[in-house]
């Protein structure tokens, strides 16, 4: 079974800090990470994405993701924060051992998600 | 390119009554999946769909149910409607391949009385 785990239901950062919003995995293979963000009354938005490669993703926005097979992290990180970051953000996952031949994939399983605040 | 449309945006139904969502995905996009969002279980994963065939499902009733046309527009449909089955339905399509991301629509808001 694969899960996520988003340990803070909520980020408060003053405008023109860096920010983290943090996310633990775990899954039986290696994983697909993907961060999404949510705004009031609107579906996710697509951010940035882990597969392979590189430990440091770069996505939407100015944010960028740290992947770290170790610690099983994938943390999310903004070097300079805007009171417009301010949303619900979602990590999930998508174990790689769970994949079908012709394109098909799992469904993603989703962290509780992390209420970002940026203060003024 | 449009993305991806969800009605009715809002929904209001009784106990016991059942409902029909539609999902209208990105061109070209064959692969559509549906999610249960409440504030107390978070995202939960219904179904996905790839070219008119369930490929996974999650941990719902059989009151949840969906299919998939030729044109890649998805339905989901709940029967017996009951009070925990208020939320936002969001529905997600991608391209083939697994490596894509899905791209998410607005959601329909269903209020069960």
């Known amino acids: 079974a694969q899960s996520v785990a988003q340990p803070e239901d909520q980020v408060n950062v003053a405008e023109g800090n860096p920010l983290t919003v943090k996310c633990t995995y775990s899954?039986?293979?290696?994983?697909?990470l993907f961060w999404y963000v949510q705004y009031p009354n609107r579906g996710l938005q697509f951010l940035l994405k882990?597969?392979?490669?590189?430990?440091l993703v770069k996505g939407s926005y100015g944010f960028e993701a740290e992947f770290n097979k170790s610690q099983t992290s994938f943390h999310l990180k903004k070097p300079s924060a805007l009171v417009s970051d301010s949303a619900l953000y979602f990590c999930?996952?998508?174990?790689?051992?769970?994949?079908?031949?012709?394109?098909?994939?799992?469904?993603?399983?989703f962290g509780k998600g992390t209420h970002l605040i940026i203060q003024p | 390119k449009a993305g991806v449309t969800q009605t009715p945006r809002y929904l209001i139904k009784t106990r016991g009554q059942q409902v029909t969502l539609s999902c209208s995905p990105i061109?070209?996009?064959?692969?559509v999946s549906w999610y249960q969002q409440t504030p107390g279980q978070g995202l939960q994963f219904l179904f996905e769909?790839?070219?008119?065939?369930?490929?996974n499902k999650g941990n719902f009733p059989g009151r949840f149910s969906g299919r998939q046309f030729s044109n890649s527009r998805s339905e989901m449909n709940v029967s017996t409607l009951e009070l925990g089955d208020s939320a936002l339905y969001l529905c997600?399509?991608?391209?083939?391949?697994?490596?894509?991301?899905?791209?998410f629509g607005p959601g329909t808001r269903l209020t069960v009385l």
């Open positions: 899954v039986s293979g290696n994983p697909y």
């Open positions: 061109s070209g996009h064959r692969s």
């Open positions: 999930a996952v998508r174990d790689m051992s769970q994949t079908y031949s012709g394109g098909g994939a799992d469904g993603l399983t």
């Open positions: 997600a399509s991608r391209l083939a391949g697994e490596y894509n991301e899905q791209f």
């Open positions: 769909y790839f070219s008119e065939t369930q490929r």
């Open positions: 882990y597969i392979t490669g590189d430990n």
